[in-house]
């Protein structure tokens, strides 16, 4: 019984890990990957008392640094892409109308007396 049970939840570890994958893409689970390294190195550090040396502080900050640049500039990519497919703003004057399919249109402006 014990072993069906670690065969079916192996495999059910191995669908979600591959449904992650296709849905974020490999890049970002690897980043995770490694910050979650440096989360259970500090955690360790915390509760053990394990000892740490200059060069492993060096580490855990450029994993971090890294993760942080690389969620930077993820972000700087999806705004510019936004910005890329908004439509033209400017100032509302009332005669301007957006069309997807031809950009701005100049329509009459009515003003009433």
Do not use: C
């Not at 049970?5 to 849905?23: D, M, P």
């Not at 942080?68 to 705004?79: D, R």
């Amino acid at each position: 019984m014990w072993l069906v049970l670690n065969v079916v939840s192996a495999f059910g570890v191995n669908l979600l890990a591959f449904l992650v994958t296709k849905y974020v893409g490999p890049t970002p689970l690897q980043v995770l990957g490694n910050f979650k390294g440096v989360l259970a190195a500090f955690l360790s550090i915390l509760i053990f008392r394990n000892p740490v040396t200059i060069q492993s502080i060096g580490g855990y900050m450029l994993t971090t640094a890294g993760v942080f640049v690389y969620s930077y500039l993820k972000n700087e990519a999806k705004n510019a892409k936004v910005k890329e497919d908004a439509p033209i703003q400017g100032p509302r004057l009332g005669w301007e109308k957006y069309d997807a399919a031809k950009g701005p249109l100049l329509l009459k402006h009515t003003t009433r007396n």
